[in-house]
């Protein structure tokens, strides 16, 4: 823990007031996954992209599932802030634990499913505000690095079983008819 200390530490060490606004900004679109969710009802919304929003959708709730309702619980990881008290939060001290990052997961759990569905020309913006969410948790002090990793291993496993769980309702379906 000491090293993920010493990084968060140092990315203390660049704080600016236009950066803290930015990264305030950039973490409370990730909050309850926000974005994500009205991405997928805007693209299950529009019959061309309703496959993709379905994809989307169920990803979103396997990593709920996954991350928030067992992983979380499981590892019961204390907050960085809990350990290094001098730190002054810019947003509410959450208050669930830290392992995984559930801002990192679903956001990467979104990028994936986007990937599977073949939404190429939103996946990879996707990506780019993935990263900027998970990079902000880390600038916040709210999570460890660590617990950004877990949180794309566990969005990039959600994700595809997302895609996983609409192809073989897919499959079905044309059996069924």
């Not at 916040?140 to 079983?161: E, N, R």
Request: glycine residues 10%; hydrophobic residues 55%; charged residues 15%.
């Amino acid at each position: 823990m000491g090293i993920e200390i010493g990084i968060l530490d140092w990315i203390q060490s660049i704080r600016s007031p236009v950066v803290d606004m930015v990264m305030t900004f950039i973490t409370r679109l990730g909050n309850a996954g926000a974005v994500w969710i009205v991405l997928a009802v805007i693209l299950l919304i529009i019959p061309k992209t309703r496959r993709s929003g379905a994809v989307l959708a169920a990803a979103l709730c396997v990593d709920a599932l996954l991350c928030n309702g067992i992983l979380k619980t499981l590892f019961g990881r204390i907050r960085p802030y809990d350990v290094n008290t001098s730190v002054r939060l810019l947003i509410a001290r959450p208050v669930d634990f830290s392992f995984p990052s559930g801002h990192t997961a679903i956001s990467f759990a979104a990028v994936t499913a986007l990937m599977m569905a073949g939404e190429g020309k939103l996946w990879k913006p996707a990506l780019v505000i993935a990263v900027l969410i998970a990079f902000s948790r880390l600038y916040l002090y709210v999570h460890y690095p660590t617990d950004i990793l877990g949180g794309v291993i566990v969005g990039g496993a959600a994700g595809y079983i997302g895609y996983l769980i609409v192809e073989r309702l897919g499959q079905w379906k044309k059996k069924c008819q």
